[in-house]
């Protein structure tokens, strides 16, 4: 399995309504991108300063299961629409599991 994790951090001016609509968004994604084989996101639970504020984990199968998620048409309008605009942070990692 193939695991992908990021952490955004949100503009200082983002708005709630700006922060559900990415997490209604992403969370549309497993309808649409049948290579998503577990999918988990949320806002951060606020017990730790510092940390990001919203995460994502997606498996998959392979590589190249992820790099379909990656590049999908549907995923990257999200990423334009709703995440760059209100983006101050993010981190990401990939990795075998």
Do not use: C
Not at 34 to 55: C, K, Q, T, W
């Amino acid at each position: 399995m193939f695991r992908h994790v990021v952490l955004f951090t949100w503009a200082e001016d983002a708005t709630d309504e700006q922060k559900a609509a990415v997490a209604a968004g992403l969370g549309r994604l497993p309808d649409a991108i049948p290579e998503i084989r577990a999918y988990a996101l949320g806002s951060d639970a606020g017990v730790n300063p510092g940390n990001h504020e919203f995460a994502l984990v997606a498996d998959f199968d392979s590589v190249d299961d992820y790099l379909v998620y990656r590049d999908h048409p549907v995923h990257q309008a999200v990423i334009a629409e709703h995440v760059k605009p209100i983006l101050a942070a993010r981190a990401a990692v990939q990795f075998t599991v």
